[in-house]
């Protein structure tokens, strides 16, 4: 969860550590820190660390030497052991000075570690499992191992999954970096005479878009000439640059006060990207450019899980819906943290579709390690070209919303829906169920899709007044049927994520079975009621709670005028077909969020305790 940086060039290397930790904020912001090499007036390595935001680091740094320094690390951090301090903020370095290191993920034997090595002699300057790295990597650099030697040898004692970066005073210039498992990524930027080392692309695109990941057990050392790379047993390893098509500007929040905001504001041209990417409509046809062996064999799908974490668990639920309907195949879900571990019984002719904009859940990873070790096909939907999950999953159906940097998931959840919306109508087509008819006029339903949304956002006044009204409320119920379901978890959890007011989404008719107990005047209820979710059956649902005195917003189809009627507030949305209903119904509760968030002062883009990237367990 935490983000790392490392710089080794020719420019000032604080500057750019800086900037880069701004970059990679989005994946932890309790703390922050960087370590130089070779100061103004020579050499030695300068750290600077502060508790909470980056914005505390640059305070500290304009104070503290090291600013001529072209090698450098810098960390941002989501605590795991340790509570957040100037002391426990990354960089880490071994007792006697000699490796300094950041690092993601979590030393699962460190106290084991930390006994033996306090035993023979270190002493520890924090709470931290990552200070073991420094201390084991010290003991091999003290014999004279090679700093990636070093690197190399410490992570065999590690257990867990890790990204670590790491440099040393005794081979000035350079920067090591590991990747372990599944807990983070680690990316190689090749610059002009610079190279960067990074968990993830935010950090990396500024200065270039030539990049090379690391697998698990690979490891790199990059000075600014180039990069080398070796496995986890010291052979040496073949790891090829290639380019990435992202554009950095659409990593900056332009004229919007929150990239949440901007994010969802895109969602009409996001959409519109990921259509176009995935069919056409003139002839109409479904082209899932890289689904690679996958393509030949969705005829021979007889079972369908879906797994995801979050927002994205959401996107399978739908798609849940969307691959039953579509191609009649049977669908089932799964968080993918509970599917890791049931021994899932997965006979032959199953397909596991995993969906994480990311593509780096922790969760998501190792629930796809279960799938692909009981044989069985995968396919995963992602937002992140060459992410992990599109390396492990035999295809993959890349949306293409840009880069999403508001913590709370928005035009990555709509996107993930078309991904998952294209996937079901081409398994139709390829095993029969679907004419070559009803899939034009579902095509036709998608491509009027992003007009549909780009309506419901022409008008923010309700959301305004609604957030207004509602604002202090300390409970929200959030309610919906069939496909409108997952759209209300997804509301209650947008809710929650950024304005911490507690919020439940649940299948409606599920209400009197217990939630009802807790409806009152200061209970409100949202009630995602469009045209075809079951919408009549939602009705007796409202009558329900305003019996007991509860407050009902509707999500209703234009022209509802009975359901608004019935309702205390409404919030129109276009009358679209019924598989198109959960994204449109979407982006009201997304604003209602934002600006329920916005009215109580909230830090809308970086919610306390969550991180973009959930790279831990
Ligand atoms: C979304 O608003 C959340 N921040 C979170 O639930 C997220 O969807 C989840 O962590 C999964 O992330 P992924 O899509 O990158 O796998």
Redesign the pocket.
């Known amino acids: 969860m935490c983000g790392i940086v490392g710089y080794a060039g020719a420019r000032p290397a604080t500057p750019i550590l800086v900037r880069a930790l701004r970059d990679l904020e989005y994946r932890g912001y309790d703390s922050a820190g960087i370590a130089v090499l070779g100061s103004a007036d020579g050499e030695g390595l300068v750290i600077t660390k502060r508790v909470g935001k980056i914005v505390n680091l640059e305070s500290a740094l304009d104070s503290s030497p090291g600013n001529e320094a072209t090698v450098g690390i810098g960390h941002t951090r989501w605590a795991t052991h340790g509570r957040p301090s100037d002391l426990n903020a990354h960089p880490h370095t071994s007792c006697g000075g000699e490796v300094v290191v950041i690092h993601n993920g979590i030393v699962e034997n460190y106290a084991a570690l930390r006994s033996a090595l306090t035993a023979r002699g270190h002493t520890f300057a924090s709470e931290t499992d990552t200070e073991t790295i420094a201390h084991l990597m010290e003991e091999r650099t003290r014999s004279g191992l090679p700093l990636l030697e070093a690197l190399r040898l410490t992570i065999g004692e590690l257990e867990g999954s890790h990204a670590i970066v790491a440099m040393s005073p005794s081979e000035p210039g350079a920067i090591v970096a590991a990747r372990v498992g599944n807990a983070g990524g680690v990316v190689v930027g090749y610059g002009e005479g610079e190279m960067l080392v990074a968990s993830d692309l935010a950090a990396i695109l500024p200065h270039t878009q030539q990049v090379a990941f690391l697998a698990s057990h690979q490891l790199a050392r990059v000075d600014r000439g180039g990069a080398a790379y070796i496995n986890g047993d010291g052979s040496p390893a073949t790891v090829e640059p290639h380019r990435v098509p992202i554009d950095p500007v659409s990593a900056l929040k332009g004229q919007y006060e929150h990239f949440m905001l901007k994010e969802i504001m895109e969602q009409p041209e996001a959409l519109s990207d990921t259509i176009r990417s995935l069919v056409t409509i003139e002839p109409a046809g479904i082209h899932l450019p890289d689904l690679g062996a996958m393509s030949d064999r969705l005829s021979e799908v007889r079972r369908v899980i879906l797994i995801?974490?979050?927002?994205?668990?959401?996107a399978a639920m739908v798609g849940r819906a969307f691959i039953e309907r579509l191609s009649g195949v049977p669908a089932e879900t799964d968080n993918?943290s509970e599917f890791r571990y049931r021994d899932p019984v997965l006979g032959p002719g199953t397909l596991v579709v995993s969906?994480?904009?990311?593509?780096?859940?922790v969760?998501?990873l190792e629930a796809m390690a279960v799938a692909r070790a009981k044989q069985a096909m995968q396919i995963t939907i992602c937002?992140?070209e060459g992410a992990q999950?599109t390396r492990v999953a035999g295809g993959t159906v890349y949306t293409r919303a840009g880069l999403e940097r508001?913590?709370?998931?928005?035009k990555?959840?709509t996107t993930?829906l078309v991904a998952l919306y294209a996937l079901a109508l081409r398994m139709g087509e390829a095993n029969g169920y679907l004419a070559r008819e009803r899939i034009a006029g579902h095509i036709q339903d998608l491509a009027r899709l992003p007009d549909a949304v780009a309506r419901v956002l022409q008008d923010h006044t309700p959301y305004r007044a609604l957030a207004n009204h509602f604002y202090d409320a300390r409970h929200f119920l959030f309610l919906g049927r069939g496909l409108a379901f997952p759209v209300a978890m997804e509301g209650a959890?947008?809710l929650k994520?950024i304005s911490y007011i507690h919020a439940e989404g649940y299948a409606a008719g599920e209400m009197k079975h217990g939630p009802i107990a807790l409806v009152d005047r200061s209970f409100p209820t949202v009630a995602v009621a469009p045209a075809h979710a079951l919408r009549s059956k939602l009705v007796s649902n409202i009558e329900q709670i305003q019996a007991r005195g509860g407050e009902v917003i509707v999500v209703a189809s234009e022209g509802d005028d009975e359901l608004a009627a019935l309702a205390d507030h409404a919030i129109f949305m276009p009358a679209v077909p019924e598989f198109v209903e959960p994204f449109v119904a979407t982006v009201p509760l997304q604003c209602l969020s934002y600006y329920i968030a916005l009215r109580r002062g909230c830090d809308v883009d970086q919610p306390r305790n969550?991180?973009?990237?959930?790279t831990v367990e």
């Open positions: 995801g974490m979050g927002t994205s668990l959401h993918a969906v994480s904009q990311s593509g780096e859940t969760d998501v937002n992140t999950t508001g913590v709370a998931s928005t990555c959840f993930a959890l947008k994520e969550l991180a973009k990237t959930v």
